[in-house]
């Protein structure tokens, strides 16, 4: 490429030290020039904004009072980029670890087509080894993607329908349009929904096939999920059912009380049986909070549905 668009990669952090060398590494020396790294720290107390200052002193450290969640600490990383000027916001989980000519290659296919809202590149275990399963459930939903696989000729790009936010690049003029991270989910599925509105909204979502990434992905090792993160990972669910911009809202509620198999039962009879009285607590606690919440979720509904 003769010309480079400005890139800003912020890695979203909370109690994530034991990653942040490698995520940090490796960003370091990524070859991108005028490339600008940012951590933005959800009030750790693994000591991760002391490990920054210290070891990586050139890297911008922006230290949050409280845990903003994702969708806050994401949405300021946006914000940073438009104020800056970067034509791209890359946002990363500090599980991330990156190589080769990884930036070079997103930003090739982000720019290929000034309709694609976000940019993903191809993420693979922490080991380098096998592709991650949730990515490459997203990418089989793409018919071209599971021919050319098939045939053993891959494009550099596939469009999909939704995003994993572990490592993800936003086009901020897109943004400002339609709209940062909803902060109502606090943590996951605040990626799922991002996509889903870009592409209501008549962008794109693509995988750059060429960018490759390592991602250890949390969520596949259920043995370090705490109760807290099980519980925001469930309650996000219903949420993203709600807020589907593509329906009307009366219509997304009808589906969620109603339909058993789509709806809120089906989360709720995937998820473990009712019989567990600890679930069943669970349960109606997390119901409860979304009754509670019903006017708000209506509202961002709303607002997704009209972002300039």
């Not at 009030?43 to 070891?55: H, L, M, P």
């Not at 459930?137 to 469009?159: A, C, H, M, Q, T």
């Not at 400002?176 to 990626?191: N, P």
Request: glycine share 6%; with cysteine; proline share 4%.
């Amino acid at each position: 490429m003769s010309d480079y668009p400005s890139v800003m990669a912020a890695v979203i952090n909370y109690n994530g030290m034991e990653w942040l060398g490698d995520c940090l590494s490796g960003l370091a020396v990524t070859d991108y020039p005028g490339l600008e790294i940012v951590v933005i720290d959800n009030a750790s107390r693994d000591g991760s904004a002391g490990f920054v200052k210290e070891k990586f002193s050139r890297v911008k450290l922006v230290e949050n009072r409280v845990n903003a969640g994702f969708a806050g600490a994401a949405n300021l990383a946006i914000d940073m980029a438009i104020a800056r000027g970067a034509k791209y916001a890359v946002l990363l989980n500090p599980d991330i670890k990156v190589s080769g000519d990884w930036m070079r290659e997103l930003v090739k296919a982000a720019d290929s087509d000034e309709r694609i809202a976000i940019s993903m590149p191809l993420h693979y275990d922490y080991d380098g080894n096998d592709p991650d399963p949730n990515q490459m459930k997203i990418l089989s939903d793409n018919p071209d993607f599971v021919n050319d696989r098939n045939r053993g000729e891959p494009k550099e790009i596939y469009g999909v329908n939704s995003a994993i936010g572990g490592c993800m690049m936003i086009r901020t003029d897109i943004a400002k349009s339609i709209g940062r991270f909803d902060t109502i989910y606090f943590l996951y599925a605040e990626d799922s929904d991002f996509a889903r509105r870009a592409i209501f909204h008549g962008y794109k979502i693509v995988v750059a096939m060429n960018s490759k990434i390592m991602h250890w992905h949390k969520i596949l090792h259920k043995d370090r999920i705490d109760r807290r993160t099980r519980f925001l990972v469930y309650r996000s669910k219903f949420i993203y059912l709600l807020k589907d911009p593509g329906k009307p809202f009366l219509h997304n509620l009808s589906q969620y009380y109603l339909n058993k198999g789509s709806g809120a039962w089906g989360i709720i009879n995937s998820w473990a049986p009712l019989s567990n009285p600890r679930y069943l607590a669970l349960a109606l606690y997390t119901q409860l909070w979304i009754l509670l919440h019903l006017p708000v979720i209506f509202f961002r509904h709303f607002k997704d549905k009209r972002a300039s």
